[in-house]
């Protein structure tokens, strides 16, 4: 088996991404994937799911209205997709200072467990050095203590808990 590796997301990863996508109970829990951008597209439909990846890639330099430009990379291995992560390049929306922060990353349910949301979080942490980024907002749940566990081993200080309830930020120095 290979070593999971950072891709660039690609359309020939169709399937193993729906039966990914199938694993989750709720797709609002993806957090880092750009969901978003598929807008009334069915990513069932292989043409409708590469015209998503077409944007994915497309985000970075040119993002849509309202939107922020993004890095986006998937987690793959010789079995497939694994997870994603979602880098964004400043915090220009108030979803994004106030919730979404900088980075936002999945493991599909069947592959968690075996640290590949640390290896998404250091991809993504990767990213924001290359583009001069200093510092990073990283958010999670209050529940999700494996993500919180994640944030704090790649270096994330808590900065508040959010005026809602069940919300953390923590901040990442990239220095």
Do not use: K
């Not at 043409?47 to 970075?60: G, Q």
């Not at 330099?61 to 309202?66: A, D, K, L, M």
Request: net charge negative; proline share 5%.
């Amino acid at each position: 088996m290979t070593a999971p590796r950072l891709i660039v997301p690609d359309a020939s990863l169709h399937a193993s991404w729906v039966e990914s996508f199938a694993e989750w109970p709720d797709p609002q829990d993806h957090h880092g994937d750009g969901l978003l951008l598929a807008g009334d597209l069915d990513l069932r439909v292989r043409a409708d799911f590469s015209e998503w990846v077409r944007r994915l890639i497309e985000d970075e330099v040119r993002p849509r209205p309202g939107l922020v430009t993004a890095t986006n990379r998937w987690l793959v291995d010789a079995s497939g997709y694994l997870g994603s992560g979602q880098l964004r390049h400043h915090l220009g929306t108030d979803y994004l200072r106030d919730r979404g922060g900088h980075i936002g990353y999945s493991v599909r349910p069947s592959a968690r467990g075996n640290g590949y949301a640390h290896v998404i979080l250091q991809g993504m942490l990767h990213e924001g050095r290359i583009r001069g980024l200093g510092r990073v907002m990283v958010s999670c749940l209050a529940d999700n203590a494996a993500s919180a566990a994640t944030i704090r081993r790649a270096g994330g200080v808590l900065c508040d808990e959010d005026d809602q309830p069940g919300l953390l930020r923590f901040w990442i120095s990239l220095n």
